[in-house]
C-alpha cells in the first residue's frame, strides 16, 4: 500500500485529521500528481463522511470561509463554507486541477468557455460534483442553503490563484494572490 498521508497538514483538530488520515489512506493514492478520477475519490471519501467535517463549518455572513482539511506534498482537501451572495469572484487555481462536491444547499458557477471569451455555467445541489484542470477560469457562488457546503481537492496543493476580469475580449489577468496571503486575510 502506497501511504503518502504520512505526513500531513490540518486545520482540523489532531483527532480529527487522524481519522480523515485513516479514510483516504484507504485510497492507496500514489506520491504524484493525482487525476481527476483520484481527486474525485478522495472528494468522495471525505464527503460521503459528513460526520467528519459538519460541526466544523463556521456560518459566516461576512466573510467567506475554508478549512484547510487535510494537505500533504501532493495533493490537499478544504472544506468551504458559503453565505448569501458569496463568491470566489473570477479565479484560476495556480496550476492544479480540483474536483469538488456540494454537500449542503447549492451552488452556482460560471466558468471560462473553450473560446476564452465566452461565459458558460452550471448549478450544483447536494451530491453532485464538478471537476476541473489547471487551466480552468471561473467564479463560484451561493445559491441557496444555509450555509451552503463543499468539499474541495486539489492537486498539487494549492500555491496561489489568479483572479482576472471579464471584459468583451476576453479573460483579463487581474493579479496574483499566494496562498500565503490569501490564508492570512481569509477573502
Same mark, same amino acid.
Given at each position: ?6 505526513? &500531513? ?15 483516504? #489512506?484507504?485510497?492507496? *493514492? ?6 481527476? #478520477? ?13 460526520? *467528519? &467535517? ?19 506534498? #501532493?495533493?490537499?482537501?478544504?472544506? *468551504? ?34 473560446? #476564452? ?14 471537476? &476541473? ?24 496543493? *494549492? ?29
Amino acid at each position: 500500500m502506497v501511504e503518502n498521508t504520512k505526513t &500531513f497538514v490540518s486545520e482540523a483538530p489532531r483527532v480529527r485529521a487522524g481519522q480523515v488520515r485513516e479514510v483516504l #489512506n484507504d485510497l492507496e *493514492l500514489p506520491d504524484v500528481r493525482l487525476t481527476i #478520477n483520484e481527486l474525485e475519490m478522495v472528494v468522495l471519501a471525505v464527503a460521503s463522511r459528513p460526520e *467528519l &467535517f459538519e460541526d466544523l463549518v463556521i456560518d459566516d455572513e461576512t466573510n467567506r470561509w475554508w478549512l484547510q482539511f487535510f494537505k500533504t506534498d #501532493n495533493f490537499e482537501v478544504r472544506i *468551504l463554507g458559503w453565505e448569501v451572495d458569496q463568491r470566489s469572484d473570477w479565479h484560476d487555481h495556480g496550476g492544479s486541477s480540483g474536483v469538488f462536491a456540494v454537500t449542503q444547499g447549492t451552488l452556482f458557477e460560471k466558468y471560462r468557455a473553450r473560446d #476564452n471569451v465566452s461565459i458558460e455555467s452550471r448549478r450544483y445541489t447536494v451530491g453532485q460534483r464538478g471537476s &476541473f484542470g489547471p487551466d480552468h477560469v471561473h467564479d463560484m457562488v451561493h445559491e441557496s442553503g444555509k450555509p451552503a457546503v463543499s468539499v474541495h481537492a486539489y492537486s498539487p496543493p *494549492l500555491t496561489g490563484f489568479t483572479s482576472y476580469v471579464h471584459s468583451a475580449y476576453g479573460f483579463i489577468a487581474e493579479k496574483y494572490v499566494s496562498e500565503e496571503d490569501r490564508s492570512g486575510s481569509r477573502v
